[in-house]
Structure formats: C-alpha cells, structure tokens
C-alpha cells in the first residue's frame, strides 16, 4: 500500500462524501485514503471511521441502481483508485467492472462480502447476467451488521492508531441497527409468507430477511422493457397465482426506475405499484441514512398490505 505506514496528521479530520463521487485531487501524504465502492460501503465505513483522525472517506460510484454490470469506470474513477490506499467494496461478483483497475493497484482492498453465506443469484425474467451469487446484500440488516464488522476488523489491522475508535464507532451502529431491525421485524410479522412481484432481481435478501416470498422477480435491462409476450406470460402467471389463493401481490420497482411495464401488469391483475429504495445513492454520511431508507422501504411494504 503506499502511503498506509506514513505516519498520520495529528490534527487530520474525517472527510467524507457519500453524496458525490470521489473527486481527483492532490493527495495528501499523511492522510489515510480510504475509496468505498458504492453508496451502502460508504455510509457503513463513514460509521466506522467518524472522527478518525487523518482519515478521508470517499465514493467511487453514487448512482440509483444497483445493477453496475454495464458500470464503466471513468477517468476519474480510474485516479481515484490509483489514489486509494484502501478500497472497501460489497464484493460478491457486484464491481466486477473493477476487475482490471484493482489488477493494478497497490491499495488494500477489504472485501464485505467474505466469509459470507451468499444466497444463489435469483432467476428471473428479462435478464441475461449469468452471476452466480446475489451481491444486494445490504438489503439485509443482517449481512448490514457482518459489513460493519469487516469493515472495522480490517480497518483496525490497517490502522491500528484508531482502532479503539473505530471498535467504539462499530459498537454504536450496531446497537442502532439492532434496535431498527428489530422493529422492521415486528412491522411487517403480521404478513409473513405474503408474495410479493419485483421489477428488479435486488430485493431477496430484504425478502428472505422479512418473511415475504418473491413470486417474480423482473429485470429489464437499462433503456428496453419487458414484450408483450413476455408481459402477457407474467399476467397469466399472477393471476393463476390468485386463483388458487394467493391473493392481491403488490408490485414493486426501484426508486427511479421505470414503472412502465408494472403498471401495465398491475391495471391486468388489479394490484398497485409501489417504489422501494435500494439505498445506490443519496445524501449523507453514517448508518441513519441506511436505517432512514430501510424504514421507508419498511412503511412502503405495510402500505402496499394494509
């Protein structure tokens, strides 16, 4: 790594930008560099690392979508990398687009998904990537909290000059995802085993974690929708589903995704549509920005079944 063993400022301070992507610029020789991959990695490190001294966090991608397959990184994002002395990344196949760039890095790279039980990417509908696991794993507040604890483990290793306060910054949002979980657990009790449709294949660890079954999972690829024959298979699928006794599925899409083809099935099953959040982007930096959109994912499911 290059300049990890430099000694750190005494009087650094943490800064961090989740809400925009890492910017090139002069590089300072006793700052720790710390590049998170995407907007989940970067709000669970800026919790870890709040208040470390000579200390910098920033983004690489802030886009909404959780789809990065077709991610290209740009020049920026290519200086960025070469900048980093740490790159945190979810892992689990989601920056495969990485691949080339971390070939030639000399940063530290800690991984949130190792060691981790991966569920099977999931089939669905319109969809042409061959992944073998699911990346989305922060969409569970259990996976949430084993990328909270890599993240500080690995920091600690790297520099251990603020491991106390890195342990001290875990400990805090782990209590604070523990308490919200536990609530989102109890809302949404009352419709355990309910189905439910997807316009994307992100959300099954949010299902699995919360008892819901995905009956469809629907993904279109960026700028095409799904055909009228494919639309039409998955009408027929849903209301056979109904018939013997499923009942109404609400369908959801992403937030900022096109809700085109979801209406068009809802209007044919008599159902409605209804956005979830999968956390690519926003404002802020810590776990409450998490803990905000996983509550609002939360209510919009008890809407969808109240």
């Known amino acids: 790594m290059k300049k990890l063993l430099a000694p750190l400022c005494a009087f650094g301070l943490l800064l961090s930008a989740c809400g925009q992507p890492a910017a090139s610029q002069p590089q300072d020789e006793n700052t720790l560099h710390i590049v998170a991959t995407t907007y989940p990695v970067c709000l669970f490190t800026t919790a870890v690392t709040e208040g470390a001294e000579g200390v910098e966090v920033s983004l690489l991608v802030n886009q909404q979508t959780s789809c990065l397959h077709d991610y290209t ?40 998904s190792e060691g981790m039980d991966l569920l099977p990417a999931q089939g669905h509908e319109g969809h042409d990537h061959d992944a073998e696991y699911d990346p989305h794993i922060w969409m569970d507040a259990t996976y949430a909290s084993l990328m909270l604890s890599q993240i500080s483990q690995s920091l600690t290793e790297l520099d251990s000059a603020n491991g106390d306060l890195y342990a001290q910054n875990e400990s805090a949002a782990q209590t604070a995802l523990t308490e919200a979980d536990l609530s989102w657990r109890e809302a949404l009790a009352p419709y355990k085993g309910r189905s439910i449709v997807t316009f994307h294949d992100g959300f099954q ?12 999972a629907i993904e279109e690829e960026e700028g095409s929708t799904a055909s009228a024959q494919e639309l039409a298979e998955i009408v027929d699928a849903i209301k056979l589903a109904q018939k013997y006794g499923l009942g109404t599925m609400p369908i959801f899409t992403e937030v900022n995704g096109s809700t085109a083809s979801a209406d068009t099935i809802a209007r044919e099953v008599g159902c409605q549509v209804y956005q979830l959040d999968m956390i690519m982007s926003g404002k802020g930096t810590g776990i409450q920005p998490y803990l905000d959109a996983m509550q609002k994912n939360i209510d919009t499911i008890v809407e969808a079944f109240g």
Do not use: P
């Not at 495969?96 to 030639?104: E, I, K």
């Not at 299902?207 to 469809?216: E, P, Q, S, V």
């Open 205 to 216: 660890y949010f299902a699995n974690a919360m008892g819901l079954t995905i009956f469809k």
């Open 73 to 112: 990184l740009t020049v920026a994002d290519m200086k960025a990398i070469e900048g980093a002395d740490v790159i945190v990344m979810n892992g689990a196949g989601l920056e495969d687009f990485m691949d080339d760039a971390l070939s030639t890095s000399s940063a530290q790279v800690i991984d949130c």
